[in-house]
């Protein structure tokens, strides 16, 4: 079915607002873009709460933890709690934490990422090790192959790697990830997005950071971030919502509205302020069509 | 047809060395593995030189130039020329100034690499940036995304990336590259190995290191290396040599192998000293299936 046009159509808005009790948001490219706040958004949320309807913000990002983001959230003057936010870290570390139950001496985890993931494994309590460990912030040297082929470099108690953003990415972290790997470690990342918006252009997303792992060691990692059925159940699983009562709002077609699609949502609502176009849902035989799609996020406001 | 063995078959080694002119012999796995020399590799090589065989040795290892493999041959007392070493560095820079020929103003070439790729290049009086350059070994700044957006760090005469294996891939260099391939350029890879050996253990190899970009882009670069037939090609219009005439001498069935069956060579022999085992090949359904093998090279001495 074709997707509806709301901006400019209160009464449309109206209707489409009223068959949901639950707003799952994804937030770059939907709430801001970087640094710029979309106008409106701040007067969205407010009006979503005043009629009672419950916001959980879900993001890819993993750089971030679900701290880092209500700062964020502050900084631009968003009202939001730290409970509403469920990053891609945090849908992972409940993941290992919850539902893989590593068992000790094998419970630790190698982190090929930023401190947003280390953050989240610590609120639940998960060891880690890798991540910002400055000590492996630099040249792989001759000694470092030696030392990871007899497993002197090695940690035993890893019995998991979880890849995701990491602006520090190297050669020697890549070797050590991939010996784990290699010994037989479970292979997580917290998203696979190819790439990362910033200043209005593409950069290497996550998914791109953790690709030579996949490439080296011939498997794909299971992905806890969206479009993956892992982060709805682990939504779910925190806030108890009716899925068909629930609409996700997104920029891209191909994580955020597929992630609702597959997930049975009631509705899915695209933003045109992000990564997707509406040519792209609008043409014949588009694969991932949203319910409805607004301008922008503020268009909402009727 | 099941592969023939031939340790100890001195009717069969003379058979079989008879069938051919020229020897295509990969390095890593068969001359040697890292710095340890195989016993009778030197002794094998001269007594095909004495028969009149013409000898090209073929590596994928994109890290040395001729020049530098040359002097590994002088260190492990092997008597060999520049000119009989062909690597996929030297592959690739071939490729790029005899059948890309890219013109000027956007005829230069990003690395993604080290020296080795840098000295083809300018063998072949490519021009070239990125690589070795040590202004590139750092961490990502906030203002390199603004100014890789607003195309302001970037080289306006760059035309092609050029992936091989990098010890000191960054974020940076990737975000680099990425933007080229966005721009349009060409992308080529000297190989699309995974993995690389040392130290008697796998580490992430050329093709890991350049799978970022593949990700990002979502296209795959055209590779020169082994198995790729734009090797074999490029090999032949330097040499000359009857292709039914020829073998491929290597350990790797997925690529030493495999790149002489693709390029229709008389034969094709696997050696026991590197990755691949005869189990592989012996398998009832392999694949990739050589004419002939032996445990190691020098066993063609008979």
């Not at 449309?12 to 009223?18: A, C, H, T, V």
């Not at 792992?213 to 990692?221: N, T």
Request: with cysteine.
């Amino acid at each position: 079915m074709a997707p509806k046009y709301l901006t400019g159509d209160k009464a449309g808005i109206s209707e489409f607002l009223d068959r949901f009790d639950v707003f799952l948001f994804d937030c770059d490219g939907v709430l801001w873009s970087g640094d710029h706040l979309f106008p409106g958004t701040a007067e969205t949320i407010d009006m979503l709460r005043k009629k009672g309807k419950q916001l959980v913000f879900v993001t890819n990002n993993s750089t971030k933890s679900r701290a880092d983001y209500k700062k964020k959230f502050d900084s631009m003057g968003i009202e939001a709690k730290v409970e509403e936010v469920f990053g891609s870290s945090y849908s992972a570390s409940i993941y290992i934490s919850r539902i893989l139950k590593l068992q000790a001496p094998k419970n630790k985890v190698f982190v090929l990422g930023e401190s947003g993931i280390e953050q989240e494994l610590e609120s639940e309590n998960v060891p880690y090790c890798g991540g910002t460990d400055p000590s492996l912030r630099r040249d792989i040297e001759p000694e470092d192959y030696k030392k990871i082929a007899d497993g002197s470099m090695l940690d035993p108690e890893v019995g998991c790697v979880l890849t995701g953003l990491d602006f520090h990415v190297n050669y020697l972290k890549l070797s050590l990830a991939f010996a784990y790997l290699r010994q037989g470690a479970v292979f997580l990342a917290t998203n696979t997005d190819s790439t990362l918006p910033n200043s209005h252009t593409l950069f290497p997303g996550a998914g791109a950071v953790g690709a030579p792992l996949v490439k080296a060691i011939g498997r794909e990692p299971l992905a806890l971030g969206k479009p993956s059925q892992a982060m709805m159940d682990a939504i779910e699983g925190k806030f108890q919502f009716d899925r068909s009562r629930t609409c996700m709002i997104g920029d891209r077609l191909n994580t955020d509205i597929q992630f609702g699609i597959e997930g049975k949502l009631g509705g899915t609502l695209a933003v045109l302020t992000g990564v997707s176009k509406k040519e792209e849902f609008l043409a014949e035989g588009a694969e991932v069509v949203p319910t409805a799609y607004v301008d922008k996020l503020g268009d909402l406001l009727g």
